[in-house]
């Protein structure tokens, strides 16, 4: 068994749940472009603000399962096709 530090062990899950949010963000973008939605459409519709649209695009805003359902909700996607990319 490896034995890690609990330092290297807590940057590489920072590292996972980072490239975790890139991948859901890139996705996001790509259905909200797919629909013909811009951000700031988007975010008039969900009721955020555009810059989080922008964070949440961009891998840059820990969103939670709310915000998942409501871009699920809104841009008419199952939720479960951010869990099939690699």
Do not use: P
């Amino acid at each position: 068994m490896i034995n890690r530090s609990a330092k290297e062990l807590d940057n590489n899950m920072e590292i996972h749940l980072h490239n975790c949010r890139l991948k859901i963000g890139e996705t996001i973008r790509e259905i909200r472009e797919k629909r013909g939605y811009n951000q700031e459409q988007l975010a008039d519709i969900m009721n955020v603000s555009r810059t989080t649209i922008s964070k949440i695009e961009n891998g840059k805003f820990n969103f939670s399962i709310d915000y998942l359902s409501k871009f699920s909700w809104f841009l008419d996607f199952n939720i479960s096709i951010l869990n099939n990319r690699k």
